[in-house]
């Protein structure tokens, strides 16, 4: 029927996916839905989001996202956030139709629901990165001098502290 979907690029290491899915897998459990995850050989991850029970899943109020996440050399990562409304709304639709129009309501607003749930999904995706990118500039420095540090330093070069 057709397909919301939501694409972003974020120019982060690669190396940072596990980090951020954990992150916003994370803070999606503790919005109450129910997230399943899972890191893929090539570096990815692919992410399932739902929420909601049987009887919304009926009137079409369950709403569901998947969210893959694909690593683009070792620089930046994209972030694809899709809700298949075929798939997932097939059977609200069906008995909407013979049911009565009136449920078509709650139908229709558990689409746009659905549709917000990507923005969200991407906005917390960011969040993430904006906090590990923080944490890779401190890291970058030291501590106690503030003397720029490269990657596999394990002393700083201008105070002599480990790292």
């Not at 997230?35 to 009137?59: E, H, M, R, Y």
């Not at 917000?116 to 904006?130: A, M, N, P, T």
Request: glycine letters at 10%; a neutral charge; proline letters at 4%.
């Amino acid at each position: 029927m057709g397909v919301f979907k939501s694409v972003k690029t974020y120019p982060i290491s690669a190396e940072l996916i596990p980090t951020i899915v954990a992150d916003i897998s994370e803070s999606l459990k503790n919005e109450q839905f129910e997230v399943q995850s899972t890191l893929l050989a090539s570096g990815g991850a692919d992410i399932s989001i739902t929420k909601g029970g049987v009887f919304k899943a009926v009137v079409g109020l369950k709403t569901a996202l998947k969210v893959t996440i694909t690593p683009n050399g070792n620089s930046s990562f994209t972030a694809e956030a899709g809700v298949g409304i075929f798939g997932q709304q097939a059977i609200p639709t069906a008995i909407t139709m013979l049911v009565a129009w009136p449920i078509m309501i709650p139908q229709i607003w558990g689409l746009i629901q659905q549709s917000k749930l990507d923005e969200h999904v991407l906005e917390l995706i960011q969040q993430s990165v904006d906090r590990n990118n923080l944490n890779l500039q401190v890291a970058m420095f030291c501590p106690q001098c503030g003397h720029k540090l490269f990657t596999g330093d394990r002393f700083c070069g201008g105070c002599g502290t480990k790292m």
